[in-house]
């Protein structure tokens, strides 16, 4: 494929390119929180955990530390399940590099949950412990 004929394919440029590219977004987590419970519940959490992280008494920066916590565990699961429907795509069957591929992936979620927690721990601490 030409560099010419990839152009093509993709598209539009300037702000076409940019309103493209937020629909695709968009159709991407309608998507996902259709098709992924994982996702349906983090993004549940998020619609909670975001507001109550703005009323916390603490500094921004720990507000924004907990928010960001909750936008990266979102990221990862979208990006596990993007590498699923991936290997999904290819086929059916069982193969030990299809493995290693949702395998990591998921382990990649483990790690992004267990960040939000004890981010969150910490805030939580810092509000009313200490």
Same mark, same amino acid.
């Given at each position: 494929?030409?560099?010419? $004929?990839?152009?093509?394919?993709?598209?539009?440029?300037?702000?076409?390119?940019?309103? $493209?590219?937020?629909?695709?977004?968009?159709?991407?987590?309608?998507?996902?929180?259709? $098709?992924?419970?994982?996702?349906?519940?983090?993004?549940?959490?998020?619609?909670?955990?975001?507001?109550?992280?703005?009323?916390?008494?603490?500094?921004?920066?720990?507000?924004?530390?907990?928010?960001?916590?909750?936008?990266?565990?979102?990221?990862?699961?979208?990006? $596990?399940?993007?590498?699923?429907?991936?290997?999904?795509?290819?086929?059916?069957?069982?193969?030990?590099?299809?493995?290693?591929?949702?395998?990591?992936?998921?382990?990649?979620?483990?790690?992004?949950?267990?960040?939000?927690?004890?981010?969150?721990?910490?805030?939580?601490?810092?509000?009313?412990?200490?």
């Amino acid at each position: 494929m030409t560099i010419q $004929n990839a152009h093509q394919l993709k598209g539009k440029t300037g702000l076409r390119r940019l309103i $493209n590219a937020t629909r695709y977004s968009r159709d991407g987590i309608v998507a996902a929180f259709k $098709n992924e419970a994982a996702f349906r519940q983090e993004a549940v959490c998020c619609l909670f955990l975001i507001p109550a992280a703005f009323v916390l008494p603490v500094e921004t920066i720990y507000q924004l530390a907990a928010i960001g916590s909750l936008f990266w565990l979102l990221i990862v699961e979208l990006l $596990n399940s993007g590498i699923e429907a991936a290997i999904d795509r290819i086929g059916p069957e069982l193969h030990e590099k299809s493995k290693f591929a949702k395998d990591v992936g998921s382990a990649a979620v483990l790690f992004a949950l267990i960040h939000a927690i004890v981010v969150w721990v910490c805030v939580l601490l810092q509000a009313f412990v200490l």
